[in-house]
């Protein structure tokens, strides 16, 4: 009776693990867009401006890495207010809200590279999205940051010209 309810209880563990490890597995990426943050960066200023009239490889490059950068900049950002915040809830709330934006983010642009065609006018069109809504999440967490914690730190950081 004993080894039943082992095996009953390994079996469950064995469940639990395989359903976190499912729920944490990202999937097959592309090394392409891999964040692998090796410097720090503190402003959109760091972040190239590609141009439209680049060949495909080199605008690939620079999205590339103007992608790396905005992602960059919104963990930064994103760290800097859940430091901010006392409230332990209002942290986890924080940190949630960053991994389904995140996740949002990450599907609505690989649906812009796959409509476009997937290859690498598919992948230049999902790095596109990606850095632009990087940009437009840096503006919004610009605002939360003013609204909630009164701080004029972040702004000349995530300033984005028009």
């Not at 499912?22 to 964040?35: D, F, L, N, Y």
């Not at 959109?44 to 490059?61: F, G, M, T």
């Not at 103007?66 to 409230?87: G, N, P, T, Y």
């Not at 942290?91 to 949002?104: G, N, P, T, Y």
Request: hydrophobic content about 40%; overall charge negative.
């Amino acid at each position: 009776m004993q080894s039943i309810t082992l095996m009953a209880l390994a079996g469950f563990l064995l469940v639990i693990a395989f359903y976190v490890s499912q729920q944490t597995q990202t999937g097959e990426r592309k090394p392409s867009i891999t964040v692998t943050p090796h410097e720090s960066h503190n402003s959109v200023r760091e972040i190239p401006n590609c141009s439209e009239d680049l060949p495909i490889h080199e605008a690939l490059i620079c999205y590339n890495e103007a992608s790396q950068i905005s992602e960059a900049l919104v963990s930064l950002v994103e760290d800097k207010l859940v430091q901010l915040e006392s409230d332990p809830a209002r942290r986890v709330v924080l940190i949630e809200s960053q991994i389904a934006w995140e996740e949002a983010r990450n599907t609505e642009c690989n649906l812009v590279g796959k409509m476009n065609g997937g290859g690498n006018e598919g992948l230049l069109q999902e790095l596109i999205c990606r850095t632009e809504l990087n940009l437009a999440h840096l503006k919004r967490l610009e605002h939360y940051h003013e609204d909630w914690y009164a701080e004029g730190e972040i702004k000349n950081m995530v300033e984005v010209d028009n």
